[in-house]
């Protein structure tokens, strides 16, 4: 028995098995985050340059006190949204009348009213836009009436109303008043615009109204046409009976 026991002892260390290996846990890839998608810049909104803000409209000579009643329209006429603010309103001899609040945008088509600072003239003077040292527009107008405001008509037309239109889109044609010279960016010509109805713009042969009057005047002293019909005879009979002898006479010849 101790015999087997010795020989059992003796082969204990070869017949123990080595215990499998245990792989330790390897440390976690790191994954990558999905990129940020690039925060897209903003453009900043541009200042107007020549002919993209127009002076729209203007009241120089309020009805009863001018101070703190005078106003100024300004339109954006460009496709797209211009920074406005700071941009400047001045006399031709350089006396601001009005400046636009800082951060101030007006979207393509809008209006902006803001109330005259300074003062205009009431006897007649050129208006001028400027947005930094850039001057965009400029308005030429002569005496303003009391309550008249100087409408812009198109990019180089303009005219006084009796009913001033702040804030709001400008009438397509005007009906009372003088007339005043409008100029857009460089100074694209302009001319007068008076009204409709009064004699300078009738007269000549160009006015259709003076010709029409004329016209009838004349056809009254006429009398008054031979109507189609039976009616006609009278006029129609001896022409054809006139015509007839001629005619038979050149034979005869």
């Known amino acids: 028995m101790k ?3 010795y020989i059992l002892a003796g082969l204990a260390p070869a017949l123990t098995l080595p215990l ?5 846990d390897p440390s976690p890839v790191p994954v990558a985050s999905p990129a940020a998608s690039p925060t897209p810049a903003i453009m900043p ?7 993209e803000l127009r002076i729209n409209e203007f009241l120089p000579n309020p009805a009863g006190v001018d101070t703190g009643n005078e106003w100024i329209e300004l339109k954006n006429v460009s496709p797209k949204a211009l920074d406005i603010g700071g941009v400047k309103l001045k006399r031709q001899n350089g006396t601001t009348v009005a400046t636009v609040p800082a951060s101030t945008t007006l979207n393509a088509g809008q209006v902006f009213l803001m109330t005259a600072s300074g003062s205009m003239v009431n006897d007649g003077d050129t208006l001028e836009l400027w947005a930094g040292t850039v001057k965009v527009d ?4 002569d005496t303003a009436e009391d309550g008249l ?13 009796g009913q001033p239109t702040p804030g709001q889109e400008n009438p ?23 009204d409709p109805t009064s004699a300078s713009t009738r007269g000549g042969a160009a006015g259709s109204s003076t010709v029409s009057r004329r016209t009838a005047a004349a056809l009254a002293k006429r009398g008054p046409l031979p109507q189609a019909g039976v009616g006609t005879w009278p006029y129609v009979l001896p022409m054809l009976l006139a015509t007839l002898y001629a005619y038979k006479t050149r034979e005869d010849l």
Request: aromatic letters at 10%; hydrophobic letters at 35%; proline letters at 7%.
């Open 3 to 5: 015999y087997w026991l």
């Open 20 to 24: 499998p290996a245990v792989a330790a």
């Open 45 to 51: 909104v541009p200042a107007p340059s020549g002919g």
């Open 138 to 141: 400029q308005v030429t107008y």
């Open 149 to 161: 405001s100087w409408v812009r008509l198109s990019a180089a037309e303009g005219a006084w109303s």
């Open 172 to 194: 397509s044609e005007v009906s009372s008043g003088p007339g005043g010279e409008g100029s857009s960016g460089a100074g694209s010509g302009g001319g007068a615009v008076t």
